[in-house]
Structures are given as structure tokens and as C-alpha cells.
């Protein structure tokens, strides 16, 4: 019988958990061709969402959790998931019921027929902000601008994987994780199926501006380093126009003598290269930062209690 194991990320979502486990107790009660794993990780919740699970747990033996010591983060929280998934393929999906749990039954369908990771896109965003998707937006065609991989733009976290592509995943360790690029990075043969995003069944979204600014700027500095180079770029375009603008004003004083004129396109001039070395000096400093938190090589994360052990990746089992 085969295996598969639902990821479920949660952080601080008390609210929701039960609920979660019942819609997937019956989406999965119809596909008795397989073997289910729920695996809950407990990305360091403030409120008693680990409680919860361990009742759950209790009463079902299909539920395992892995609790972090901290809040590490949705992405780290799922590569946590990827390192003790025991399944044939993993599927994971958000603890807010989101995503509609009965999207599985389709993946598993896709999976079966030869696919290695069935991703859902998207095809409306219930109960979110129009800057919120505007912004999304425009993000992803700049982002799909600078990176040589193809970006999936509304295909999100929701998918199913297959055992080749979290032994893929669970390779990749860096700290700056961008897990929808590394999706795309490691290849393998995708299938797009959609969905209809719900409204979250309840608590709030973990998901600040800010955060996703920082999401955001991981995703481009993990993926491209365009922005390195393009501060030669413009720095030849700059000096090439500093060159002309001298040859000017030479021709200029030698035919009509000097003058003590041109404060202000000094300053004009002073202050242009000054903003533009600033901003490419916090570029170069952007990426500095990364590698000096890679080169740390730390863990992920840090686990404070587990229902099983990590899977190791040459594993044998019958
Ligand atoms: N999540 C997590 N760690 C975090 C933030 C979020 O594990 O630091 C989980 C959260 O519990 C949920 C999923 O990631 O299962 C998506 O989060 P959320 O619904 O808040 O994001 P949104 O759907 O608004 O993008
Ligand atoms: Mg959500």
C-alpha cells in the first residue's frame, strides 16, 4: 500500500486544528487504496495549537507531530515536515483550510498517472486585499525577469511531491530559504491542476507587509544576481556621461574663458553619485549577509518533541 504524508505547517492556529483534522479525515477516508500520515509541525505556536494536536494524536493514530523549538517560519517549518515525511509522496497544505482538502484526491490522481509534483495554482483569492494582489502581481513578473528558472506565480505551497522531489528538497539547506524557486530549481515533471482559495476558516493571517517584503527580497537575491551587476551597468552609463559633460566644459572655457558658475550641477552631480553608491553599497551588503549566514552552516531548526524520527534519505523499508 502506498503511503502519503499531509504536511501541515501551523502556527498559532488553534483555532482551526480540529476543524482541519475532521475535512481531512473525510477527504481521506474515500481514498482507502492508501496508507495516510497527518504530519502536523508546530512551528513554535504561542497559543496551545501543540495541545490540540496531542489529543488528536491520542485519539488517531494517522496524526504525528513534530514541535520546533522556536518559530522558525512557514518555510523552515516545512523543510522540518520534508525531513520526517515517511511517505511515498508528501502533500502539503495549510492549516486554515484554505485550500480545499478534497484538491488531494486530484493530486493523488496526477501522481498516479506518472507526475512527480502536482502543484495547485490559484484561480481566485477569496477574503484577500486588491493591493495585496496587485502587488503579488507585479512581484512575480519581476521576479520571473531576473530568474533564469521558470516561476509558477499563483502556484503556492499546495501541492503534492513525490519521494524523489523531498529527497531533492531535503538536500537543499540554506538558512534564506525560497521553497517556490527551489520547487522550480530542482525540476522533475510538474503538473498544474487549480483550485478556489477559501476565506481562513478562522484565526488570522501570519503573514505581515513586512514579512512579505522580506519573503520577497529572498526571492530575488536566492535566485538572481542581477542586482549585482547591475550597478556596473549603470556606473559605465554614469561615467561615460561625466566624460561628455568634461569634454563640454573644457570646449566651453576655452572659448569663452572661465567663470565661477556651476554650483548647482555640482552638487546636482555630488549627490547623484552619492545616493547611487549608497544604494549599490546596500545591494552588495544584501548579499554579504547571506553569505555570512550560510557560511555559519547552523541547522534549520531545532526540534523540542517529536511522535516519530526523522527519516533518513537511504532509509530502507519494507
Ligand atoms: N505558518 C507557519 N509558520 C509561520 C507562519 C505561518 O507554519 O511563521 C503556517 C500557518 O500556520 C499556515 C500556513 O503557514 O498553515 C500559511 O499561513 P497563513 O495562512 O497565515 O498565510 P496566508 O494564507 O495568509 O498566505
Ligand atoms: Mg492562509
Same mark, same amino acid.
Given at each position: ?37 497527518? *504530519? ?54 495549510? @492549516? ?14 496526477? +501522481? ?34 531576473? &530568474? ?10 499546495f501541492r503534492l511531491l513525490d519521494r524523489k522531489c523531498i529527497d531533492a528538497l531535503k ?7 525560497? &521553497? ?17 482559495a477559501e476565506p481562513r476558516a478562522g484565526g488570522e493571517t501570519k503573514w505581515k507587509l ?20 547591475? +550597478?556596473?551597468?549603470?556606473? &559605465? ?15 566651453? &572655457? ?6 565661477? @558658475? ?9 549627490? *547623484? ?13 544584501e548579499y554579504l549577509g547571506r553569505v555570512f549566514v550560510e557560511t555559519k552552516g547552523r ?20
Amino acid at each position: 500500500m502506498k503511503r502519503i504524508t499531509i504536511l501541515i505547517p501551523a502556527y498559532n492556529e488553534s483555532e482551526v486544528i480540529e476543524q482541519m483534522h475532521e475535512v481531512l479525515s473525510q477527504t481521506c477516508s474515500k481514498l482507502s487504496r492508501y496508507q495516510f500520515e497527518f *504530519l502536523f509541525v508546530n512551528d513554535g505556536s504561542s497559543d496551545n495549537t501543540i495541545d490540540l494536536i496531542k489529543i488528536l494524536a491520542e485519539k488517531d493514530e494517522r496524526v504525528q507531530y513534530v514541535d520546533l523549538s522556536r518559530n522558525f517560519g512557514k518555510e523552515i517549518a516545512m523543510s522540518a515536515g520534508f525531513d520526517y515525511a515517511k511517505g511515498d509522496a508528501v502533500v502539503i497544505i495549510d @492549516a486554515d483550510l484554505q485550500q480545499p482538502p478534497e484538491t488531494i484526491e486530484e493530486m493523488i490522481y496526477w +501522481w498516479e498517472q506518472g507526475y512527480d509534483d502536482v502543484y495547485a495554482t490559484r484561480e481566485e483569492r477569496k477574503g484577500e486585499s486588491g493591493l495585496k494582489k496587485l502587488t503579488s502581481k507585479l512581484y512575480y513578473k519581476m521576479l520571473q525577469k531576473v &530568474t533564469k528558472e521558470r516561476i509558477y506565480p499563483n502556484a503556492g505551497d499546495f501541492r503534492l511531491l513525490d519521494r524523489k522531489c523531498i529527497d531533492a528538497l531535503k538536500q537543499l539547506r540554506e538558512q534564506a530559504r525560497y &521553497t517556490k524557486g527551489m520547487y522550480a530549481w530542482i525540476g522533475f515533471k510538474k503538473k498544474e491542476i487549480s483550485y478556489v482559495a477559501e476565506p481562513r476558516a478562522g484565526g488570522e493571517t501570519k503573514w505581515k507587509l513586512s514579512s512579505l517584503w522580506l519573503l520577497a527580497i529572498d526571492g530575488i537575491t536566492a535566485y538572481s544576481t542581477l542586482p549585482l551587476k547591475v +550597478w556596473s551597468i549603470i556606473g &559605465t552609463i554614469i561615467s561615460l556621461l561625466g566624460f561628455v559633460y568634461l569634454l563640454i566644459e573644457i570646449g566651453k &572655457t576655452l572659448i569663452y574663458g572661465s567663470d565661477v @558658475a556651476g554650483y548647482p550641477s555640482m552638487l546636482a552631480g555630488i549627490l *547623484l553619485l552619492g545616493g547611487i553608491q549608497l544604494i549599490s553599497l546596500g545591494v552588495i551588503g544584501e548579499y554579504l549577509g547571506r553569505v555570512f549566514v550560510e557560511t555559519k552552516g547552523r541547522p534549520l531548526y531545532f526540534v523540542q518533541e517529536s511522535s516519530k524520527e526523522k527519516k533518513l534519505s537511504v532509509e530502507k523499508e519494507q
